[in-house]
């Protein structure tokens, strides 16, 4: 798990007027990012009196910034951590694809930010990146245009993404775009148009989604909000991208995770 609650007293049935101390302690690799329900704020350990039910969510971050392996990952295709610079290269020039997938399931509202690079392709940019929730993980990704989002065989895999595209298909909005897909690339949802997705640039990106809401910002500012129920059949959490014929980069770092209750 992510962590753990102390309470003190211990817990059970409490009269009224009973004041509790909680004490939020995290997994190894987590830190704790605040308290939800009846309780707020970041105050560790926080005392709360009782006046009736309540419902107390405690939540803890995952922070990587891939200085060195934490074993928290896996690599598919050609994705891998440059122990040099400390990032995480999902697809560089010369037909590549690859996908890094977090071992830990992630069954449960989540909010995600991480900084990203997609650039240096000189003229021939593309093809795109995309950070994966509710997915499916298990198939080979492929490459192109399909952004390693959906399998080799050309078949769509279930679950949501958040596209970086830089190279438009005939099936895509205009680019470079920032967009919500499900299942397959060709699936649009909500996209905005950004030049931050093909800029050379280093940003930083939080996808939240919480409620049957997905909120994407960049640089502190949203850029795209859709709302609608979402399939959660599928736990899968993680990045992929691809290159094709075309010759930008693709790289990741300073993951940060907080699964939240729904």
Do not use: C
């Not at 509790?20 to 830190?31: C, D, F, H, K, R």
């Not at 020039?93 to 930010?113: I, M």
């Not at 509710?134 to 958040?162: H, R, W």
């Not at 895509?172 to 050379?200: E, S, Y």
């Amino acid at each position: 798990g992510q962590g753990s609650v102390s309470l003190i007293p211990l817990g059970g049935t409490y009269t009224a007027g009973t004041q509790v101390m909680l004490t939020a302690s995290p997994a190894s690799g987590y830190t704790f990012s605040g308290w939800g329900g009846d309780a707020t704020g970041t105050q560790n350990p926080i005392a709360i009196t009782i006046e009736g039910n309540k419902t107390i969510v405690v939540n803890f971050t995952m922070s990587d910034d891939f200085s060195a392996d934490s074993g928290r990952w896996t690599y598919a295709g050609d994705a891998y951590r440059d122990a040099q610079k400390g990032q995480v290269v999902l697809a560089k020039p010369g037909g590549t694809t690859g996908a890094l997938w977090l071992k830990e399931r992630v069954t449960t509202d989540v909010s995600l930010s991480f900084r990203y690079l997609i650039g240096g392709g000189g003229s021939f940019l593309g093809d795109g990146m995309v950070v994966m929730f509710y997915k499916e993980p298990v198939y080979t990704p492929a490459g192109g245009g399909n952004l390693g989002f959906i399998g080799s065989d050309g078949l769509a895999v279930q679950g949501y993404g958040i596209e970086f595209d830089s190279w438009r298909n005939e099936w895509d909005p205009p680019t470079p775009h920032i967009a919500l897909i499900k299942d397959h690339p060709k699936n649009h949802l909500a996209w905005a148009q950004d030049g931050r997705a093909m800029d050379n640039l280093w940003h930083t990106a939080t996808v939240r989604v919480q409620k049957g809401t997905v909120e994407v910002s960049v640089d502190g500012s949203i850029v795209l909000r859709w709302a609608g129920p979402l399939d959660t059949a599928y736990d899968g959490l993680g990045f992929a991208a691809a290159v094709g014929s075309a010759t930008n980069w693709h790289i990741i770092d300073d993951v940060q995770i907080t699964p939240m209750k729904r």
